[in-house]
């Protein structure tokens, strides 16, 4: 083997080394990315898992882009959403589960076949830190969703009238957020007047307006987003 022939050997050896390390990042527990910094091992117990029902929209694991800090891993992990616990889960090979650590600045986690992203986001103002998912990505105003799943108790005794009932889980209501450039975050009324009020008084005719003509209902999601759209065209 010439030097030529050997010098291109070991460049191709040096970037599959890499590129291995690389995707060690999501799976190996000697990496950052599992000892604490970016990722904790999931514990069993932590959400009940007794109860009746589900503290997932979607059980399934799928395959999601994730960006933490900018960063992303080399490989395609499988998560889900835990709208319980307010946590993204990592299935790794071994069968172990593991969730994203929610003290990084930034997480991005955009799955790849339901066409969703979730941010990990922290208001300014009031507002709770958690993962909301983005419906809009405009430049001034976007929509934020949250999803969550409560767990109610349940009864460990009935008495003379009912049953003993088990803890089970139950979806919440949807909420909705508007974020802006300049900080602003805050619940989106669901009513006309609520919104011209509280939200862009100095725009409320153009925004009635908007409303009447377009027959929006504030009810459905995707006339919220048609919403946003105008907002962003008044700014």
């Known amino acids: 083997m010439n ?23 999501i799976i190996n527990q000697n990496n950052h990315w599992i000892q604490g910094e970016r990722l904790d091992l999931k514990t069993e117990g932590r959400d009940g898992e007794k109860a009746i029902g589900s503290p997932y929209l979607n059980a399934n694991f799928q395959p999601a ?8 891993p080399s490989v395609i992990p499988n998560v889900r959403y835990n709208a319980h616990l307010d946590e993204i889960e990592l299935k790794h090979t071994d069968g172990k589960v593991y969730f994203l650590n929610k003290n990084i600045d930034s997480i991005k986690v955009a799955f790849v076949n339901e066409k969703k992203t979730y941010m990990l986001f922290s208001p300014k103002n009031d507002g709770v830190k958690g993962f909301y998912v983005f419906l809009t990505t405009n430049d001034k ?12 108790k349940g009864t460990a005794e009935g008495n003379g009238y009912s049953s003993p009932k088990p803890p089970s889980y139950k979806n919440n209501k949807d909420e909705y957020f508007i974020v802006s450039s300049d900080g602003l975050f805050k619940k989106l009324p669901r009513k006309k007047k609520e919104i011209t009020n509280s939200l862009f008084p100095q725009y409320s005719k153009e925004i009635t307006g908007f409303i009447k003509e377009n027959k929006l209902k504030l009810s459905r999601e995707a006339d919220m987003i048609k919403l946003i759209g105008f907002f962003n065209t008044l700014q």
């Open 3 to 25: 030097l030529f022939k050997s010098r291109v050997l070991l460049t191709v050896l040096i970037c599959c080394a890499f590129n291995y390390s690389q995707s060690q990042k």
């Open 65 to 72: 882009r994730i960006l933490v800090n900018g960063q992303p």
């Open 141 to 152: 105003v976007n929509l934020l969703k949250k999803e969550s799943i409560r767990l109610d």
